[in-house]
């Protein structure tokens, strides 16, 4: 008998063609975000589970879920699965490291450029017909080229964003837990410092860092405040990363020159402060939304759980204790 699996969003076709031959697949192509108490319900039977990060797993659902062995997350973020909670219930949990580094990174780009060259009051002037003549004075922003970059956290993502600097000749400046490797720092080009001197010195900050409790509000009105007022903050991380309320206090203060946001604190709901300010670029969370990279997240996430319930062995294990 085949084992049982959820497929909790949408995914694409193929995903699920992919995933027939192996389980008995109950997916929710209607792509309803389901209550925790609905995901409970339609886990309690099944073996496997491939989730998004709309879906919390947790000692809650897994007390009540006793035939899932593995949760196999459609993202590289995965501060919606408890791992302690999964280890506690043999319970096997995946994440899709690396498919998305490029994608994000090159969309921390879009952001970083349409925030400092002010490109979303600029078009949204055009479309209100308000164009009547040239100005020398008109939509003046802050320079990207030769700018100082600060990067909070050069993991993968972050490291990417730092190669991409090399072409617009700024000086790339990062901040982690740990310096990383003399070969990532010289392949980056870019230069260890302390949070404060990152703050204080960068015209752009961009955030790539995970989130957990250790990195809550890692970014909080004492790092903003250290900013200078030219610069901008992009962050297209996680939700609770960036203090979301002490940033729109900055913004409506004048003491930051704007924000580039793709991930918001408690979102799809974000801060109201954000949508009355012209000066912040929004996007809902789409920053690893390529065709190509969505469809590669999704489908390494269905390999997961095959190698999972078939083996015991998924290549991207998060918890090496939940086997
Ligand atoms: C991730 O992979 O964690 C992304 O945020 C999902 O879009």
């Not at 219930?89 to 498919?99: D, R």
């Not at 080229?145 to 000749?169: C, D, P, S, Y």
């Not at 809550?216 to 610069?231: C, F, R, T, W, Y």
Request: contains cysteine; aromatic residues 6%; proline residues 4%.
């Amino acid at each position: 008998m085949k084992k049982k699996i959820f497929v909790t969003r949408e995914v694409f076709g193929e995903v699920l063609d992919f995933l027939a031959p192996h389980f008995e697949v109950a997916d929710n192509q209607a792509d309803r975000v389901l209550t925790p108490e609905e995901l409970t319900q339609v886990l309690a039977d099944k073996e496997g589970a491939l989730t998004t990060l709309t879906e919390r797993i947790d000692e809650n659902l897994l007390s009540r879920c006793p035939q899932l062995r593995a949760v196999c997350n459609i993202a590289v973020g995965y501060n919606n699965i408890d791992l302690t909670a999964c280890n506690k219930h043999g319970v096997m949990a995946t994440n899709t490291p690396g498919v998305l580094d490029d994608t994000t990174a090159d969309f921390a780009w879009a952001l970083i450029l349409a925030t400092a060259r002010r490109l979303n009051e600029a078009e949204a002037y055009i479309r209100e017909g308000r164009w009547d003549k040239w100005k020398l004075k008109q939509f003046l922003g802050l320079d990207v080229h030769h700018a100082t970059l600060g990067i909070v956290g050069l993991g993968r993502i972050g490291q990417v964003v730092a190669r991409r600097a090399t072409g617009f000749e700024m000086e790339v400046l990062y901040h982690d837990v740990q310096r990383a490797a003399p070969e990532i720092e010289s392949a980056c080009r870019a230069k260890y410092v302390t949070k404060d001197e990152l703050f204080s010195r960068a015209d752009i900050v961009t955030v790539h860092i995970p989130y957990s409790p250790q990195t809550h509000h890692a970014v909080g009105a004492a790092e903003i405040a250290l900013m200078k007022p030219s610069a901008i903050l992009i962050h297209a991380a996680r939700g609770g990363v960036v203090d979301d309320a002490a940033l729109v206090e900055a913004l409506r203060k004048g003491t930051l020159a704007g924000a580039g946001l793709d991930v918001f604190e408690g979102e799809p709901a974000l801060h109201p402060g954000f949508l009355e300010m012209k000066n912040v670029v929004l996007s809902p969370h789409i920053a690893s939304s390529s065709e190509r990279t969505r469809f590669k997240m999704a489908m390494m996430a269905a390999e997961n759980c095959v190698a999972a319930l078939t083996a015991g062995n998924p290549p991207n294990l998060l918890n090496p204790k939940g086997k």
